[in-house]
């Protein structure tokens, strides 16, 4: 079974408020590129994937007047892809939903929120996603409240011959100190949103140790906004986001497991992976970025996972088809990650939940 996490750089702009793909030669919301283009180029890259799911990061907007789940089955329908069946949980007001498009032959998916909600006021053990999260960011012995600007998406999962697992969608908060000029205004805006980030992570956290406790398969991937070794704030906290939802320094029962992850990967590699290609205005250049992970519970491990980053200049076999390589170029700033794994209920005797 393949299982891919793929973000879309707004692809809500390539839809009408029916659902429909707006194939036209207007310009998208990604520099340069046609709304015609993009969506060829998306059609392309879910088309070369084959994934049994795929969990779309930044997926068209869900509100009174848009579907989510009507543009990605549109969408599926005009491409002609396996993965027909969309889903999506607590709806946000950013315009980038989280969903996954699945085959529903091989999978169902169902939205399964854990935790009790908490509201404005918000809760310490490990509340409902759309709801509020208190901790204290700066150990001033003062709780402060963070939201998940998108809530984490979670799934209820069963294969066609009755695996029972779970997987949870995120895209958290992004670092970059949007907006600031000066740099002492950068530097305070971006250890803010590095607190934030963190806070969300640590939420994270909490549901997967909720996950673990209770023996369930457990998959959690999307959209980090972070990584070890990412940038010169993690020094001033210590670790990253990524390293606190996998707790890497944990015993191994308590570890999500995704070898991209790995800080000693990040930290003493010249060689980097990376997921992202942004371009720099002021440098006038291209900065990648290790952004986007599939973390594993230790039971899966023994399913025989493969990981893969489709890079278009780094995956030998991509380069090589010169159709796939434009269209990673053309449809995101970020590349998808696969995960190959057997899930079949008879992998490993008294695997089925």
Same mark, same amino acid.
């Given at each position: 079974?393949?299982?891919?996490?793929?973000n879309?750089e707004w692809m809500?702009?390539?839809?009408?408020? $029916?659902?429909?793909?707006?194939?036209?030669?207007e310009?998208s919301?990604?520099?340069?590129?046609t709304?015609?283009t993009?969506?060829?180029?998306?059609?392309?890259v879910?088309?070369?994937l084959d994934?049994?799911?795929v969990l779309v990061?930044?997926?068209?907007d869900?509100n009174?007047r848009?579907?989510?789940?009507q543009?990605?089955?549109?969408?599926?329908?005009v491409?002609?892809?396996?993965?027909?069946?969309?889903?999506?949980?607590?709806?946000n007001?950013?315009?980038?939903e989280?969903a996954?498009?699945?085959d529903?032959?091989?999978l169902?998916?169902?939205h399964d929120?854990?935790?009790e909600?908490?509201?404005?006021?918000?809760?310490?053990?490990?509340?409902?996603?759309?709801?509020?999260f208190?901790?204290?960011?700066d150990?001033?012995?003062?709780?402060?409240?963070?939201?998940?600007? #998108?809530?984490p998406?979670e799934?209820?999962?069963?294969?066609?011959?009755?695996f029972?697992?779970?997987?949870?969608?995120?895209?958290?908060?992004?670092?970059?100190?949007?907006?600031a000029?000066r740099?002492d205004?950068?530097?305070?805006?971006?250890?803010?949103?590095?607190?934030?980030?963190?806070?969300?992570?640590?939420?994270?956290?909490?549901?997967?140790? $909720?996950?673990?406790?209770?023996?369930?398969?457990?998959?959690?991937l999307g959209?980090?906004?972070d990584?070890?070794?990412?940038?010169e704030?993690e020094?001033?906290?210590g670790r990253?986001g990524?390293?606190i939802?996998?707790?890497?320094?944990?015993?191994t029962?308590?570890?999500l497991?995704?070898?991209n992850a790995l800080?000693?990967?990040a930290?003493h590699?010249?060689?980097?992976?990376s997921?992202?290609?942004?371009?720099?205005?002021e440098?006038?250049?291209?900065v990648?970025?290790?952004?986007?992970?599939i973390?594993?519970?230790?039971?899966?491990?023994?399913? #025989?996972?493969?990981w893969?980053?489709?890079?278009?200049?780094d995956d030998?076999?991509?380069? #090589?088809?010169?159709?796939?390589?434009?269209?990673?170029?053309?449809a995101s700033?970020?590349?998808?990650?696969?995960?190959?794994?057997d899930?079949?209920?008879s992998?490993?005797?008294g695997?089925?939940?």
């Amino acid at each position: 079974m393949r299982i891919a996490t793929y973000n879309v750089e707004w692809m809500n702009a390539l839809f009408d408020d $029916e659902g429909q793909p707006i194939a036209d030669e207007e310009w998208s919301a990604r520099y340069d590129i046609t709304r015609a283009t993009q969506l060829e180029a998306i059609g392309i890259v879910f088309t070369a994937l084959d994934a049994d799911a795929v969990l779309v990061i930044e997926a068209p907007d869900d509100n009174r007047r848009r579907s989510t789940v009507q543009a990605l089955e549109n969408f599926a329908r005009v491409v002609g892809l396996r993965q027909r069946r969309a889903v999506i949980g607590f709806r946000n007001h950013t315009e980038q939903e989280i969903a996954l498009l699945y085959d529903p032959d091989v999978l169902s998916a169902e939205h399964d929120p854990r935790g009790e909600f908490a509201g404005k006021t918000g809760g310490t053990d490990a509340p409902r996603f759309d709801g509020s999260f208190q901790i204290d960011l700066d150990i001033d012995a003062t709780l402060d409240v963070v939201q998940f600007s #998108k809530p984490p998406l979670e799934l209820a999962m069963r294969t066609s011959d009755g695996f029972a697992f779970h997987m949870i969608g995120v895209h958290v908060k992004s670092k970059a100190p949007h907006g600031a000029r000066r740099k002492d205004d950068i530097m305070r805006r971006s250890i803010a949103n590095r607190r934030k980030q963190l806070a969300q992570c640590i939420w994270l956290r909490q549901r997967v140790d $909720e996950h673990l406790a209770e023996g369930e398969p457990l998959i959690v991937l999307g959209d980090f906004n972070d990584g070890p070794g990412l940038d010169e704030y993690e020094a001033l906290f210590g670790r990253s986001g990524v390293e606190i939802v996998s707790g890497h320094d944990r015993p191994t029962p308590e570890q999500l497991h995704d070898p991209n992850a790995l800080p000693v990967l990040a930290r003493h590699s010249a060689a980097h992976r990376s997921s992202a290609r942004f371009y720099n205005d002021e440098s006038k250049q291209y900065v990648s970025a290790l952004l986007d992970f599939i973390m594993l519970s230790g039971d899966l491990l023994e399913r #025989k996972p493969t990981w893969r980053i489709w890079h278009p200049f780094d995956d030998t076999a991509i380069y #090589k088809i010169p159709e796939l390589r434009q269209a990673l170029l053309d449809a995101s700033d970020h590349f998808p990650v696969t995960l190959d794994i057997d899930l079949s209920a008879s992998a490993i005797d008294g695997s089925s939940v």
